[in-house]
């Protein structure tokens, strides 16, 4: 017997893309939005003629998130009638079987709360308490524990990576707790909280090798959640310029990368990565971590100007501490101590040349980047945290 699907059922994989299929069309061909198709298909922007009225709305499978600049009154209706908000949202009701849930106040596990000062905080208070009920319902193991891991988390994966294979690891009992746990780390890393990210990817890298230390470790990330589960990353309408930072850290076989890049005073995306290959010198590994940055900043330029269009034009600025990477970015300089790098880790030049980054030199106590590369004491961590996140 062979079944037809004559209606997709929600849930299934048929559903979202026939969705997609009737959606997609209905914003561009009966709304004329304009999809960022350069940057995200799932973005639509309408281009105001007088450039007065805001409207941007993004879908992900059956939600939509709308961004516009229409006053409303306390029923939520605009109070101007002929705004694209107004005329958007009674064909979107005549078209579609649609739930208005009125202004945002969470979306996807991420909760936003708006600022009196017009800034707007996003953090993921409540997933991370129904994570600590499920993960550490007795509490915080360590008392006032102010950085999620310890000083041995590097040595504990390098030895967890020595000890065994994922083929054959020593304590095979281990990993599905293990997976679940950093599984669950992984989405509030991700969403809202860089300071997480370091801890996470070294967690991450030996999710099929666990070891009864590294539990132990994540003692301290869920420690660490205990003493601060409500922060978040905050965006201000001030400082609408795309800028970001990238170091490297040198300090153990496999170089870590670390980069972030910010819009409106709060972070757009962060990463820490292992790299792939061996550095031989400290300025190898910063040259790959600015790299490795600038595939970031070049996707983030297009959705960005995808939505505001009006931005000014110019290259965007990628920091790094490393006089000998800077140099690299520019011209071929060093060429006996860099003859060796691959090609592809000279993306970094290939965007300088084409005038869409610059790579100023700052001191690391200016580096943001380093947040993400190794373990750094309670006071700098703390610091950079506040920096980074845009705490007050």
């Not at 078209?95 to 991420?110: A, F, K, R, S």
């Not at 281990?174 to 070294?202: E, F, N, S, W």
């Not at 009864?212 to 601060?228: I, K, Q, R, T, W």
Request: net charge negative; aromatic share 10%; glycine share 6%.
């Amino acid at each position: 017997m062979v079944c037809v699907i004559t209606k997709p059922i929600y849930g299934i994989p048929q559903a979202g893309r026939r969705l997609q299929r009737k959606i997609f069309p209905w914003c561009t061909d009966v709304m004329k939005l304009r999809q960022l198709d350069d940057s995200d298909d799932c973005v639509f922007v309408y281009d105001d003629p007088s450039g007065n009225e805001i409207f941007s709305v993004g879908i992900y499978v059956d939600n939509m998130q709308i961004v516009h600049s229409a006053e409303l009154d306390e029923t939520g209706a605009a109070l101007d009638e002929n705004s694209f908000y107004a005329r958007f949202m009674n064909r979107l009701r005549d078209d579609w079987d649609v739930i208005d849930e009125g202004p945002m106040t969470d979306l996807l596990g991420i909760d936003c709360d708006k600022q009196p000062d017009g800034s707007i905080l996003l953090h993921q208070d409540r997933y991370i308490r129904t994570m600590l009920s499920r993960f550490a319902p007795d509490g915080p193991v360590h008392k006032r524990c102010s950085i999620p891991y310890s000083a041995d988390l590097p040595r504990l994966v390098i030895e967890a990576f020595e000890g065994s294979s994922a083929d054959a690891p020593s304590h095979p009992e281990l990993i599905k707790p293990y997976q679940t746990r950093v599984g669950a780390l992984m989405y509030a890393c991700t969403g809202t909280r860089p300071d997480l990210a370091y801890a996470v990817h070294q967690h991450c890298r030996v999710l099929s090798r666990p070891t009864p230390e590294l539990m132990a470790e994540l003692d301290y990330v869920f420690s660490y959640l205990f003493e601060n589960q409500g922060i978040g990353i905050r965006f201000t309408p001030e400082d609408g310029v795309l800028r970001g930072t990238a170091d490297a850290s040198w300090e153990v076989r496999a170089s870590t990368s670390g980069w972030i890049v910010y819009w409106h005073g709060a972070p757009l995306c962060w990463g820490s990565r292992k790299q792939k290959s061996i550095a031989l010198s400290s300025c190898e590994s910063e040259i790959v971590a600015l790299s490795e940055a600038a595939k970031e900043v070049i996707y983030l330029r297009k959705f960005v100007r995808g939505l505001v269009p009006s931005l000014p034009e110019g290259p965007t600025v990628l920091s790094t501490d490393n006089k000998a990477a800077r140099d690299l970015s520019y011209n071929p300089e060093h060429h006996d101590r860099s003859k060796h790098i691959a090609r592809r880790h000279f993306f970094i030049r290939d965007m300088v040349e084409a005038q869409e980054i610059v790579v100023p030199l700052v001191s690391t106590e200016d580096n943001d980047a380093d947040f993400f590369t190794k373990p750094l004491p309670p006071k700098r961590f703390k610091m950079l945290r506040r920096k980074v996140m845009n705490l007050r």
